[in-house]
DNA sequence: CAGTAGGGCTAGGGTTCT
DNA sequence: TAGAACCCTAGCCCTACT
């Protein structure tokens, strides 16, 4: 009767990515109204973009939803804390302020994702907790890794893994490290999606009225 | 982070009727000043007690705001009118003194399953229209019947469900049938929420003057 | 600016389809 | 049976109106 089950398409996840990188995560509606993505995702509801969001991050550790939820349970029971700020990282630009109505998409955009892209798991994870965490002058490495370990109770070497997986996305140029702040920065879907090539380190724009606790 | 979802208690949602009683919907401001609900309701705005009550009286019938929305314009498309004064029925008194005490009113059992509850729904909506009516002398049935079937569309045979209702209602103890004026009230949800059992037969505080239908 | 009504949004649990 | 897509609802936010 109702819907023959819409299923998503390569661009529409990538979309979807760029959207998160840009807006952050839990801005689904902010993400449909960007003409950068509305016509990708003219299909989909704000809720289609929350709910596929949850399924890519689900499968990206735990493979299910339920493993995911369960993780996370038994993860709940105990809470560390360490710290130990070293290199931060920030998501790009994204100068422009919420206006769903100039900001034609640079003339011929690049068909955005180009060939497969077997996004890694853990990739996806990264965006999450550098755009969740949103901390003042990015986040570093050991942030990072708290983030993921409190969320997902990811294994016990994960300081190891993402250190590697850092290092590898630039070295493949997807994301930029910083020499001074040892910042890294992603520029390559940003160019791709954005059209233009991501200069300059910046953090989320703040103008979220987050409360404040 | 924002805020974790602060979830409706058991006794939170009973100091809500209990207020809506005694001051009538949308005077939510007044319910919370009120000393009798302040303390229980204290970490609630009088935006939040709207919103919650919006919620029980979406799931009442309904089942849900969006179809107690579609229902609702539906049946704005034919207005009926009939009168046909019997019994009439009102609310207790509700005085002073607070005691957050046990109490277990309707409260839907979380996690139960098999079917539904009506019962408990329909009670939500008396309260309600009575509340709403604010008839001098009292609310009979075919008026407080006549109130649900133009808000919300209730199927034709609603005047024998009500009559049924009441009349358990009655059997349980949560209303009163007062055999000299038909009259009815409550005297459970007030025995429990402030501390005594109610006597007599009152009608709504006459300080407020309730929109007309 | 305050209060209410109503539309809208997100998170998370559930459900359906494959 | 699992996973992907979709549905439902509670709680909260935003805006218009008075």
């Not at 798991?121 to 708290?146: C, K, Q, V, Y």
Request: proline residues 6%; glycine residues 6%.
């Amino acid at each position: 009767m109702g819907a023959p089950k819409q299923k998503w398409t390569a661009e529409e996840e990538a979309a979807l990515k760029a959207g998160v990188l840009k807006h952050g995560t839990g801005k689904w509606r902010n993400i449909l109204s960007d003409p950068e993505f509305s016509s990708v995702l003219r299909s989909r509801s704000n809720v289609d973009l929350k709910d596929k969001w949850r399924n890519i991050n689900a499968t990206a550790i735990w493979g299910s939803r339920q493993k995911a939820k369960l993780a996370l349970k038994r993860n709940q029971l105990a809470a560390k804390h360490d710290d130990n700020p070293m290199a931060l990282i920030t998501v790009p630009p994204t100068e422009e302020v919420v206006d769903p109505k100039p900001l034609a998409i640079s003339s011929g955009t690049p068909r955005v994702t180009g060939p497969k892209k077997p996004v890694s798991r853990l990739e996806n994870i990264l965006l999450e907790a550098i755009t969740s965490l949103r901390e003042p002058g990015g986040s570093d490495r050991a942030s990072i890794a708290l983030y993921i370990e409190e969320k997902y109770a990811a294994p016990l070497n994960l300081k190891k893994l993402l250190a590697t997986k850092l290092k590898l996305l630039v070295a493949n140029g997807t994301l930029t490290k910083d020499c001074t702040t040892f910042n890294y920065f992603r520029n390559k879907i940003s160019s791709a999606c954005f059209g233009r090539k991501a200069e300059g380190f910046f953090e989320i724009g703040e103008e979220s009225h987050q409360h404040s606790y």
